[in-house]
């Protein structure tokens, strides 16, 4: 008698595969091919090929938003695992009131963003703004935080006297407030993945170590980093994923214009918006721009992996 295959147990993962193929796999599909149509909020009007692609890479827009976006993924993804590893690492030894901290921690990856970003924006204010206050202490001159479209680096040596080239100038002042809040609700979450992942290696490592008169350095870099490497590219991963997709601060808390001062808060998921729903309407290059990232995010993805691969094996 022939063995007959049990198909119950796909029923659990049914509903799971429908919101996926709803929402991530087939948006996908039609993404792609709208972006070979001249396809407006009307509908499609006709087929152009690959215009769109042609007319990116000529888009200085394009290129801006890219760059942008760059600069916050290079500046809030390695904070963030830095910081992340900080606070686990102090939770880690933490006995009492534990739960309260890492509750604390949490609390904004749970917050609304749209309420963070209001928040946020109050902190920034030139006005009234805490943070105009805090490094007022330090002897520095209130900043217009969110208006502000020089580099970060222009105000730090210019600030010396010292005058760099435009563009070693880095992120504007702007897209450097946008690169704080994105760092300060990325923390949380990465920071109860790397807990979890310190609570996974056995005591007996560092007990060895300490008999072998290992300092908490060496312990650290010898013990606690190779065993958390898992852990570490997967929040490498997600971060950068997250970082790409930043939206939400800078609709809300760049504006008017929305996308900042001369545009240098604009990353390249607002861009996709304002090409796609703004005056324009133009959802097939809107389309394009958005597959041009997704292909982005997949390299790094799988470069990431490949990295992972090669540190553990």
């Known amino acids: 008698m022939k063995n007959k295959k049990n198909y119950f147990p796909f029923g659990y993962i049914l509903p799971a595969f429908i919101i996926v193929l709803a929402f991530r796999l087939i948006p996908i599909i039609l993404s792609f091919i709208i972006s070979f149509f001249k396809w407006t909020i009307h509908g499609p009007e006709k087929f152009i090929g690959f215009e769109n692609y042609i007319k990116l890479f000529q888009d200085a827009g394009f290129w801006q938003s890219l760059i942008n976006t760059f600069y916050l993924v290079i500046f809030v993804v390695p904070i963030t695992l830095i910081l992340s590893l900080f606070f686990a690492n102090l939770l880690n030894r933490t006995k009492k009131l534990s739960g309260l901290f890492r509750t604390t921690y949490f609390i904004p990856t749970v917050t609304s963003l749209v309420a963070i970003s209001i928040v946020w924006k109050l902190i920034f204010s030139p006005q009234s703004g805490i943070m105009n206050h805090i490094i007022g202490f330090f002897g520095i001159h209130g900043l217009d935080w969110l208006s502000e479209p020089r580099g ?18 880095g992120p504007s002042l702007a897209l450097f407030a946008i690169i704080i809040v994105s760092i300060w609700r990325s923390l949380g979450y990465n920071t109860i993945i790397y807990l979890a992942g310190l609570q996974n290696i056995p005591e007996v490592y560092y007990e060895a170590a300490e008999i072998d008169g290992a300092s908490k350095w060496k312990q650290f870099f010898k013990i606690t980093v190779p065993l958390i490497s898992p852990t ?56 394009a721009i958005a597959l041009v990232l997704f292909i982005i995010i997949l390299t790094l993805t799988m470069l990431q992996k490949r990295l992972e691969k090669k540190v553990q094996y």
Do not use: C, R
Not at 152 to 168: R, S
Not at 239 to 252: D, E, K, R
């Open 152 to 169: 970060i680096f222009t105000l730090i040596f210019g600030a010396m006297g010292i005058n760099i080239p435009k563009f070693l100038g």
């Open 232 to 287: 570490t590219f997967y929040v490498l991963i997600m971060t950068t994923i997250t970082t790409f997709q930043v939206f939400s601060q800078v609709y809300l808390m760049t504006g008017p214009p929305i996308g900042g001062p001369l545009g240098t808060t604009k990353v390249i998921v607002y861009y996709i918006f304002e090409t796609g729903f703004g005056e324009t309407q133009n959802l097939s290059y809107a389309s």
